[in-house]
């Protein structure tokens, strides 16, 4: 179950990852995921970016990455996760969490195929941190901009059943209707728009809700890739594969 912690808590775990020393990265690293809807894991790219390995064991083994959510699901691209402020309960700032610090980038010549763990970053290249994406197909669009460090290599179809949960858009589009219902005070209603066709889609404000405080509720909905029902990553580990 999820459990929200507060902000003191959350510098209490970046604070731990800053000063933790993790052990080299060898080619007997195995990556394992345990999440609330199952266990899969995966293998390091060390020559192509070292770094970024480093940093990912360094979170990994540190348990900042434990209770953090998978907040962007986008069906047959990919899913994202590693945020810390998606332990706060407030989905409005999932996305924008960083460890504290930025490794710079090591583009190289791993494709985005299927399974392929990349660093998420802002249009700055060198801003990665601590949030990553899985690619659920391929995306050679992605290749060359993001630094490819890893592939999901055993019990890969787990990424399927995260990327394709109920998000709070699916969530936000049924609930819409395409016009107000005949005799109904136009009032009761707020009108947006669909994102993806740009066609306006209208909600009854419950009773006892504000207008704006609905509507900016709603609009937020529309835009968020967030799943409803939250898949959290329970525990993240590298461990050596002889130890298993």
Avoid at 114 to 119: A, I, K, N, P, T
Avoid at 148 to 160: H, R, S
Wanted: proline share 6%; with cysteine; glycine share 8%.
């Amino acid at each position: 179950m999820f459990r929200p912690i507060p902000d003191y808590e959350i510098e209490k775990i970046k604070e731990i990852a800053k000063n933790f020393k993790p052990k080299p990265v060898t080619n007997n690293d195995i990556i394992i995921f345990e999440t609330t809807i199952g266990t899969f894991k995966g293998i390091f790219y060390n020559e192509e970016a070292p770094n970024h390995c480093l940093n990912f064991k360094k979170l990994a083994n540190s348990g900042f990455y434990d209770g953090t959510k998978f907040h962007r699901v986008i069906p047959n691209f990919m899913i994202q996760g590693g945020d810390i402020l998606s332990r706060d309960g407030k989905k409005s700032n999932d996305g924008t969490g960083n460890p504290g610090w930025t490794i710079n980038e090591e583009f190289n010549g791993i494709k985005h195929t299927r399974g392929v763990l990349s660093m998420a970053r802002s249009s700055n290249p060198n801003s990665a941190g601590s949030q990553f994406f899985i690619c659920v197909s391929n995306q050679t669009h992605l290749d060359g901009k993001y630094t490819a460090f890893g592939k999901i290599t055993e019990k890969v179809g787990i990424i399927d059943h995260i990327v394709n949960s109920s998000t709070d858009k699916v969530y936000a589009l049924d609930l819409g209707l395409k016009s107000i219902p005949e005799n109904e005070n136009t009032q009761d209603w707020i009108r947006l728009d669909n994102p993806r066709t740009r066609q306006p889609i209208y909600y009854k404000i419950p009773k006892g809700r504000e207008r704006s405080e609905y509507s900016r509720e709603m609009l937020n909905k529309l835009r968020s890739d967030n799943p409803v029902v939250p898949i959290i990553i329970k525990k993240l580990r590298v461990v050596d594969k002889d130890q298993l």
